[in-house]
């Protein structure tokens, strides 16, 4: 077999940093091969795949050493316009995909640029929303999305020109299980019957896996395994997760909601949601993409209002009390950390709802959630240069450095790898429930749900109703060989 893809000494580093962000990459990939990256959060896989592309440094600047060849085309040598007809890159946050407003006409923009006829441009469009099962999404704004579809959204874009190799950073890192499984399978048949060589960097490490004809495991910028998949085993010996009884005070009701109704545009997305949440608890909100989940968070967070219904927080209605009120009691950690940063510094954002509620001594209490989230050697660093793994701890910590009563996570350990996945859930039991905050987790994430279920409680939703409270006793979390019940501790 002929190498499509061939990588040399690569070392690459973003532009006003005297770090390496990659070191010394080598690697190549055969004509419809699947190389799965693997690896730490910033361990450079998001740098490798800009470099294949010739994002990195054309577009974000820096400096790269060493050969990337893509079909034959040294990539630093040959023009981007030439590249992109070879190649189809699907980057994490997939927000930075989408140009136009509507399902339907962001599919087909690419096509357009590529000067196809009209008519092949529709067959094309209707083949890859129907390949990836979202027909029904066809005539929707981008913006009234969930992530997990705008997720598949994006993909549709990116295969629709039926690319001779697609990169794919954490595609599935949005989406329930399920999704997830029905998205690898389609990509595995696009590969297999159009040859498509697919570069795919994930944490789900045991769902690619059988996916996989290749794996490269990074760490700190280097390629540690190179080779066979399923020659690479990981050992992890880790403490038992302590589960004592949840700090929850029954008789405080801090959300309420009666019968709420929402709506984006003519789209129902809450349809009479009943849900009552106490001082102290977790709660984990499930379902599949589109279910309404973040728009319920959104709801409890005040953010958005109830269309029909009332949301009452710690006693405040919010169709009643300014933002601020609710604010100050609720903190909303997003699934998209852009959302949620706005500083220079990693240590500024840290502290910026700190030093916005006029807590003491914002910036050494920055500095101590810092430390517990594994971010003290970021903290001069702009957190919009980071990982999106390491973008999405630094909102969820400074989130918390203010002392809320209640938060709101979506989606916690999206882009997370196995430590740091268990650090976050670590920190829900540990460094907040036990303080009697209240922690409502919107996820996809089971192997999360079922290490901390003894101490949490669960609801689904399904079309926007929440249709059940607690869990089955036959419920299925994913599990591979890289995470166990033994794995998670403090």
């Given at each position: 077999?002929?190498?499509?893809?061939?990588?040399?000494?690569?070392?690459?580093?973003?532009?006003?940093?005297?770090?390496?962000?990659?070191?010394?990459?080598?690697?190549?990939?055969?004509?419809?091969?699947?190389?799965?990256?693997?690896?730490?959060?910033?361990?450079?896989?998001?740098?490798v795949l800009k470099s294949i592309v010739g994002l990195m440094p054309g577009f974000y600047g820096g400096e790269c050493r060493g050969k990337v060849v893509v079909d034959g085309l040294p990539v630093k040598d040959t023009p981007t316009r030439e590249i992109v007809k070879r190649v189809s890159y699907l980057p994490q946050n997939p927000e930075n995909y989408f140009v136009t407003t509507t399902v339907e006409s962001d599919v087909a923009f690419t096509l357009e640029n590529l000067g196809m006829p009209c008519s092949e441009i529709r067959k094309r469009v209707e083949w890859s929303l129907s390949a990836l099962g979202i027909m029904d999404l066809r005539k929707r704004s981008i913006t009234e999305l969930s992530e997990g579809q705008k997720q598949r959204v994006a993909l549709a874009g990116a295969i629709a020109s039926k690319p001779q190799v697609l990169l794919l950073d954490e595609p599935t890192g949005f989406m329930d299980s399920e999704s997830a499984e029905s998205l690898l399978k389609t990509i595995n048949e696009l590969k297999r019957n159009f040859s498509i060589t697919v570069i795919v960097a994930e944490h789900r490490i045991w769902q690619l896996l059988p996916y996989s004809d290749k794996l490269a495991l990074m760490d700190e910028g280097t390629v540690q395994y190179f080779g066979d998949p399923s020659k690479y085993r990981k050992l992890n010996a880790a403490a038992e997760l302590s589960c004592q009884p949840i700090n929850c005070s029954p008789a405080v009701v801090v959300v309420q909601l009666n019968s709420v109704f929402y709506s984006y545009g003519g789209f129902m997305a809450l349809k009479g949601v009943d849900l009552t949440v106490r001082k102290g608890e977790l709660l984990f909100i499930l379902g599949p993409n589109g279910s309404g989940k973040s728009t319920l968070l959104r709801i409890i967070s005040g953010i958005y209002k109830p269309f029909k219904g009332r949301a009452i927080i710690n006693g405040l209605d919010t169709l009643k009390v300014r933002q601020q009120a609710i604010s100050r009691i609720v903190s909303y950690i997003p699934q998209n950390p852009d959302h949620a940063l706005f500083e220079e510094s990693v240590l500024d954002e840290l502290a910026f709802g700190a030093r916005n509620f006029k807590v003491y001594e914002p910036y050494e209490k920055a500095r101590k959630v810092a430390d517990m989230f594994k971010l003290s050697s970021l903290l001069t660093?702009?957190?919009?240069?980071?990982?999106?793994?390491?973008?999405?701890?630094?909102?969820?910590?400074?989130?918390?450095?203010?002392?809320?009563?209640?938060?709101?996570?979506?989606?916690?350990?999206?882009?997370?790898?196995?430590?740091?996945?268990?650090?976050?859930?670590?920190?829900?039991?540990?460094?907040?429930?036990?303080?009697?905050?209240?922690?409502?987790?919107?996820?996809?994430?089971?192997?999360?749900?079922?290490?901390?279920?003894?101490?949490?409680?669960?609801?689904?939703?399904?079309?926007?109703?929440?249709?059940?409270?607690?869990?089955?006793?036959?419920?299925?979390?994913?599990?591979?060989?890289?995470?166990?019940?033994?794995?998670?501790?403090?």
């Amino acid at each position: 077999m002929s190498a499509i893809i061939m990588v040399d000494n690569l070392s690459c580093r973003y532009k006003g940093s005297e770090r390496w962000a990659i070191r010394d990459v080598s690697f190549s990939v055969n004509r419809g091969e699947t190389l799965l990256l693997a690896g730490y959060s910033g361990s450079g896989k998001s740098t490798v795949l800009k470099s294949i592309v010739g994002l990195m440094p054309g577009f974000y600047g820096g400096e790269c050493r060493g050969k990337v060849v893509v079909d034959g085309l040294p990539v630093k040598d040959t023009p981007t316009r030439e590249i992109v007809k070879r190649v189809s890159y699907l980057p994490q946050n997939p927000e930075n995909y989408f140009v136009t407003t509507t399902v339907e006409s962001d599919v087909a923009f690419t096509l357009e640029n590529l000067g196809m006829p009209c008519s092949e441009i529709r067959k094309r469009v209707e083949w890859s929303l129907s390949a990836l099962g979202i027909m029904d999404l066809r005539k929707r704004s981008i913006t009234e999305l969930s992530e997990g579809q705008k997720q598949r959204v994006a993909l549709a874009g990116a295969i629709a020109s039926k690319p001779q190799v697609l990169l794919l950073d954490e595609p599935t890192g949005f989406m329930d299980s399920e999704s997830a499984e029905s998205l690898l399978k389609t990509i595995n048949e696009l590969k297999r019957n159009f040859s498509i060589t697919v570069i795919v960097a994930e944490h789900r490490i045991w769902q690619l896996l059988p996916y996989s004809d290749k794996l490269a495991l990074m760490d700190e910028g280097t390629v540690q395994y190179f080779g066979d998949p399923s020659k690479y085993r990981k050992l992890n010996a880790a403490a038992e997760l302590s589960c004592q009884p949840i700090n929850c005070s029954p008789a405080v009701v801090v959300v309420q909601l009666n019968s709420v109704f929402y709506s984006y545009g003519g789209f129902m997305a809450l349809k009479g949601v009943d849900l009552t949440v106490r001082k102290g608890e977790l709660l984990f909100i499930l379902g599949p993409n589109g279910s309404g989940k973040s728009t319920l968070l959104r709801i409890i967070s005040g953010i958005y209002k109830p269309f029909k219904g009332r949301a009452i927080i710690n006693g405040l209605d919010t169709l009643k009390v300014r933002q601020q009120a609710i604010s100050r009691i609720v903190s909303y950690i997003p699934q998209n950390p852009d959302h949620a940063l706005f500083e220079e510094s990693v240590l500024d954002e840290l502290a910026f709802g700190a030093r916005n509620f006029k807590v003491y001594e914002p910036y050494e209490k920055a500095r101590k959630v810092a430390d517990m989230f594994k971010l003290s050697s970021l903290l001069t660093r702009s957190p919009f240069e980071l990982s999106w793994g390491e973008k999405k701890r630094v909102s969820i910590a400074s989130a918390i450095v203010w002392d809320p009563e209640i938060i709101l996570m979506d989606e916690p350990t999206a882009g997370q790898d196995l430590e740091n996945k268990k650090m976050v859930a670590a920190v829900i039991i540990h460094k907040l429930t036990e303080l009697g905050k209240t922690v409502v987790v919107a996820t996809h994430d089971m192997e999360m749900v079922s290490l901390l279920l003894p101490r949490a409680r669960t609801v689904k939703m399904v079309d926007g109703k929440l249709i059940n409270e607690g869990i089955s006793e036959s419920i299925n979390p994913e599990r591979g060989p890289f995470l166990q019940h033994g794995d998670l501790h403090v």
